[in-house]
């Protein structure tokens, strides 16, 4: 087989390259956070939010050459899919590097506060679900495997199950700890920032089935108001 | 110089499967033709919900031979009214030989012959009584050189309605498929001009238009752009668009942007090698919008992200 486009097709193979290490640099920084939280070491937590910087300026460059080979080469089939999927990734990635960032910039707030064990060890599973979830979906996109993007969907209920209980834990706390209100508050919405991550790696994984199969993801309110829109033209005619 | 409107020899021979067509010189008075229907719909227009639902050119699994050479063959591609069906594939795929088997322009080649069956409206094009003239009327076609005849303008858009007898109407006619063609602005006050004095764009819609003039209802075309520079390519284009209210078009492109910007549905050919002869096959149809974003059959997504085996 001779790839008549092989210039476009390498370009192509270079944007999934930057695409997996942005990934990457968003995993390494989703577990040296925790660590820095667990720590509670605020020159880490500095060092955290300025690597963000590195990372908006990879999105923002690579987002300038997809928009670049659409341009220029009109990309069409799998091609244009693969395009399209990099585009919402780039959005995807870079969001989760800014939930990092806004971990580590709840750090300083958080000096002297007490976290039980129970808290801690729920912060490190959730960091461990969520650089799980966020692994998977990305393997799935190097793979082109629709398959395993499938089942992101599924280990993300898992996270959404620890970030209840470790909500549960904490506010079952508030009378006994020495938590402040804004320590409480603060550590509350960290768990949130776990959750979010975990969204966009099913986000991702979404986009992956839709760049192999073709088929965008079902949306239960879409689907809703769609079946109500086909109702009403029936009941019309 | 090619005149698509010249009477052909019509008179075939062989069994129902296997249409012969006679050597060029050879003339045979035909039995009475069967009149093709005159009233279609697709002249009027078609309303929304039935746009594009009826099939006009029915072609069931249809193949051309030149002689023994079988240059194209497995094709079943229903065109529907009011629809632009493209056909785009690489070179010798067969897309201009199965375009010409849709008119009977193959019937002028010494030893070509179909398999299978093209109907329209119902009814065999290849059928023994069925006068090619009249096929041509109603199927017209629009060439990749754009090839006005010698004369005036006018003349070239008269030219087919005189041949079938018209006599009254003209300038009607001249002025209604100008206006078809988006050219009676630009040759209105030179009617008499030759037709070789317009440009090449111009040209072209002037061979739309005289296409157009005997009314068919489906519109051939091979290529009609390949010549053209990209502002007459894109006046083509927004004329195609406008055309496929009243006709049915179906056109040959090699240029696969065009075929995803203009058309309905897509029908991908591919080539295969059979005894260091290079013979068609279609490979798949659908919606065009379906086949540039998710095509079926892995040749199509091949071909049209710039693999070749």
New interface residues.
Partial sequence: ?????SD??EELERLKSDMVRMAAAVTEGVSRVTEALLRQDVAEADQIVAADDELDLLALETEERMIEVIALQ????????KVLVDLRMVMEVERSGDLVTNIAKAIPRLQGAELSPQLRGLIDQMREEAVKLFRKAIDSYVEGDAGLASTVDEFDDRLDALHVEYLDTLFASFGTSQLTPQQGFQLAVIGRFYERIGDHAVNISERVQYMV???LPAHAGAERARARREAQEQAHR | MADERAPAQSGAEGGPEDRHFGHADRREHAAPSISLKADFASNHGTDEATAGAEVVLDVRDVAVYYGDFRAVGGVTLPIRMNEVTAMIGPSGCGKSTMLRAFNRMNDLIVGARIEGLISYHGIDLYAPNVDPVEVRRRIGMVFQKPNPFPKSIYDNIAYGPRIAGRRKGLEEVVERSLRSAALWDEVKDRLKDSALSLSGGQQQRLCIARAIAVEPDVVLMDEPCSSLDPIATNAIEELIRQLREAYTIVIVTHN??QA?RISDRTAFFTTNVNGGKRTGELVEFDFTDK?????GDQR???Y??????
């Avoid at chain 1, 087989?1 to 486009?5: E, F, L, Q, V, W």
């Avoid at chain 2, 086949?291 to 095509?295: D, I, Q, R």
């Fill in positions: 087989m001779t790839d008549s486009r476009f097709h009109a990309p069409v089939a799998s091609d244009l899919r199969t073709g088929r | 696969m942007q995803a086949l540039f974003t998710n095509p199509t997504e091949d049209l992200t710039g693999r070749f085996g």
